[in-house]
């Protein structure tokens, strides 16, 4: 019934439309990048630096460990 690479999903209306994985991230990827940008605008308002830091992949976890060994130890006191 579905093609490799598709699949179907619903919107909030229940209408169904077919939609490739490529366009399914794309649109996550433009969610996720507003998202952050309004965070990183929220903190600076506050006076907090922040950055911001997008990875992939299969165990989160390992995600933020990697990521925090890469760019430092960082915590919440602000100090390294």
Do not use: W
Request: overall charge negative; proline content about 2%; some cysteine.
């Amino acid at each position: 019934m579905f093609k490799q690479g598709h699949f179907r999903i619903s919107d909030k209306t229940n209408l169904e439309s077919e939609v490739t994985m490529p366009q399914v991230i794309e649109r996550e990827e433009e969610e996720e990048s507003k998202h952050l940008t309004s965070i990183k605008t929220k903190a600076s308002k506050e006076g907090i630096d922040c950055e911001t830091i997008t990875v992939h992949g299969e165990e989160p976890y390992q995600e933020i460990i990697d990521t925090t060994a890469k760019n430092g130890r960082h915590d919440n006191s602000g100090q390294e």
